[in-house]
């Protein structure tokens, strides 16, 4: 069944863009377990350099473990990643180390399904959308006071 869906499916360049090399892939592969999509031209070694040098964490960036099985110093996404290709049948409660991070984060929130909500809360960067050194109700604040002046 997933696959009459996955075949009748139409794909753009976008769907085979590659964020390493910034380049459509000339032969993309779709791993069928997790839906990745690689170029079976490149080298191991050039990827994995590659995405080692891509994925370096800067400074300023928070790094995480994963609570599942301690693997460390993951960015947000290398994190998401981890978890979903080595974890994502795994229902487990955990701590996120993501939203401890965070200002209102609290060392005793315990999520019922870890990987579940990494998929649903941390698909993208808290910190582009707002300001992490404000607390949660100045924000909020903020954000009414913000709504105020759009024109609608």
Same mark, same amino acid.
């Given at each position: 069944?997933?696959?009459?869906?996955?075949?009748?499916?139409?794909?753009?360049?976008?769907?085979?863009?590659?964020?390493?090399?910034?380049?459509?892939?000339?032969?993309?592969?779709?791993?069928?377990?997790? &839906?990745?999509?690689?170029?079976?031209?490149?080298?191991?070694?050039?990827?994995?350099?590659?995405?080692?040098?891509?994925?370096?964490?800067?400074?300023? &960036?928070?790094?995480?473990?994963?609570?599942?099985?301690?693997?460390?110093?993951?960015?947000?996404?290398?994190?998401?990643?981890?978890? !979903?290709?080595?974890?994502?049948?795994?229902?487990?409660?955990?701590?996120?180390?993501?939203?401890?991070?965070?200002?209102?984060?609290?060392?005793?929130?315990?999520?019922?399904?870890?990987?579940?909500?990494?998929?649903?809360?941390? &698909?993208?960067?808290?910190?582009?959308?707002?300001?992490?050194?404000?607390?949660?109700?100045?924000?909020? &604040?903020?954000?009414?006071?913000?709504?105020?002046?759009? !024109?609608?």
């Amino acid at each position: 069944m997933a696959q009459d869906e996955s075949a009748s499916m139409p794909y753009t360049e976008d769907d085979f863009y590659c964020p390493i090399c910034q380049e459509v892939f000339k032969t993309p592969v779709r791993v069928a377990a997790c &839906q990745h999509v690689s170029n079976s031209e490149a080298s191991t070694s050039e990827t994995a350099e590659a995405y080692l040098e891509d994925n370096a964490i800067p400074s300023d &960036q928070p790094s995480f473990d994963c609570p599942l099985c301690e693997e460390a110093n993951m960015t947000r996404q290398r994190l998401l990643d981890h978890c !979903n290709s080595n974890h994502g049948s795994h229902v487990v409660t955990s701590i996120c180390p993501i939203c401890l991070s965070l200002p209102w984060g609290h060392p005793t929130q315990l999520t019922r399904n870890f990987v579940s909500h990494l998929n649903e809360r941390h &698909q993208f960067d808290y910190g582009a959308f707002m300001n992490l050194q404000l607390d949660e109700e100045t924000q909020y &604040q903020i954000a009414v006071e913000e709504s105020l002046h759009v !024109n609608i």
